[in-house]
């Protein structure tokens, strides 16, 4: 058992780190790219323009109350490791350096097939209705988005730190790891412009997503389900069929080819 001030505190905890860690990277990622260099990269603004400051305040409210449902899931994580279950652990040589480096990628593979099935199932008629389309309320998301779920979603989307934790034995910098990732790719996923060069999505690491890839998410509705990397989209032909030529025009514009509002931030009109 857990007293209530014993659980008020590590839910305080957990709520000011996982709000911290979103005010930094939503805050800094909008700054630049929707601040201070929207000129210079207001070309690589995706579908060619900007949400309103009333969506970007939705978008944030959302988000904030994910991260108050995410502090809850925090606290089970917390007690079931209290009371030994799961599979987390704090000395790195119990497992070793190697196993530690391998860890990570595979929370981060885990993760990525979750997030396609779940996100699959929250596009089922009867639940996208009710609880994803808060989410797709963004239709041209700002990195406020990020975490702009339905109070059911957000409770989805955050059982993956239980499910990493009794899947995969983890350290706990190996988690901090994966949730730094993963905040820092749902971030720029969700900044609406374009930073990587012409052709990557025919390189090398052609599976690996890109802020175009779940931006064409959320204006289609029904392709590009995948987080990080494409391949599940491509197993169950769910990608979109103009994928690579909508990145390849929107990573081939030139500066002056998308005149940017010089409004301020607080009046940014889509």
Known sequence: MI???????HYAVDFVGESLRYLVFAGITFLLFWVLLRKQLGHRMIQRKYSTRERLVKEFLYSMSSIAIFSLIGVGIFLAIKNGYGQFYLDINERGWGYFFLSIPLAIVIH???????????????????VHLVHHQSTNP????????HPFEAIIQGLI???????????IYALLAFALFQITYNVLGHSSIELLPKGFTRSLIFWHNTPTHHNMH????????????NWWDRMFGTMHPKYDETFEEVAGREPNEFAVSDKPANQIAA
């Open 112 to 130: 990525d097939a979750y997030f396609y099935f779940t996100h699959r199932l929250m596009h089922h008629p009867a639940l996208f209705r009710h």
């Open 3 to 9: 007293s209530v001030q014993e659980f008020l505190k």
């Open 218 to 229: 959320h204006k289609f509705f029904n392709c590009n389900y995948c987080i990080y990397f």
């Open 142 to 149: 700002s990195p406020w988005a990020a975490y702009s779920f």
């Open 161 to 171: 730190g239980p499910i990493l934790i009794f899947a995969l034995p983890l350290h």
